[in-house]
């Protein structure tokens, strides 16, 4: 089974402090994703990555950044964390070829704060 | 545009009954993949199907049946015999570009005992 795992499922940070969000799977997927999920408004994608050190911006990029250093890993990045930060963030992975391609794996999701 | 509509936003039925929930899409690509996703409480989104825009046959899972209608442009998710587990947030999906996932915005489904 394909595991996506995030390091942490509820976090609570202040305004102005930088905010790691982890995310690591299991199945030697290229592409991964982070999206922020918020109530009427479903999924929207903030990043994507589709190789090692490579990164695309999703629809709503704006006050986030990503690193993506290994395979298996793809880390969120808050620079400096604001109220209007404060969601849930889902982490999700696929398969580039195969016959997987497409179906997106999700993380549990972690639930941030920002006080 | 591509664009994927869930038009109903929260629906409740009593245990046991059928229960369909409505997916509309929106694509100018020949071929593209829709899926449907569960959402439980513990806030993992579950994969539950994909199909093919060139497989328009209706699929049956246990009590999960799956209705696509490419002249509607519809992918409709019917639930038989609900049951209170599956009580959940569903969403319909699209591929997009770059093998991007167009999530509509989801329909909370509350099953009541």
């Known amino acids: 089974d394909v595991k996506v795992t995030q390091s942490s499922r509820y976090l609570v940070k202040r305004t102005g402090e930088k905010v790691f969000l982890e995310c690591v799977q299991d199945?030697?997927?290229?592409?991964m994703f982070w999206y922020r999920q918020d109530p009427g408004l479903g999924l929207r994608l903030i990043y994507f990555s589709y190789d090692v050190k490579m990164k695309e911006k999703g629809d709503i990029p704006e006050g986030y950044s990503v690193s993506r250093e290994k395979k298996e890993r793809f880390s969120l990045i808050l620079e400096s964390a604001s109220t209007n930060q404060t969601s849930m963030y889902l982490c999700a992975s696929s398969i580039l070829t195969g016959l997987a391609k497409n179906i997106q794996y999700f993380g549990a999701g972690t639930r941030l704060s920002v006080l | 545009a591509q664009k994927v509509t869930q038009a109903q936003t929260e629906i409740s039925v009593v245990e046991k009954e059928d229960v369909t929930l409505d997916c509309v899409y929106e694509?100018?690509?020949?071929?593209?993949?829709l899926f449907w996703y569960k959402q439980p409480p513990s806030g993992e989104l579950v994969f539950l199907i994909r199909r093919n825009s060139f497989d328009e046959q209706n699929e049956i899972s246990g009590r999960y049946s799956w209705n696509f209608q490419k002249s509607t442009s519809s992918f409709n998710f019917t639930i038989t015999a609900s049951q209170v587990v599956d009580s959940a947030v569903y969403f319909c999906?699209?591929?997009?570009?770059?093998?991007?996932?167009?999530f509509g915005k989801g329909t909370r489904l509350h099953i009541l005992p």
């Open positions: 694509t100018r690509d020949t071929t593209y993949y």
């Open positions: 999906a699209l591929r997009g570009p770059h093998d991007k996932i167009i």
């Open positions: 199945m030697d997927h290229e592409n």
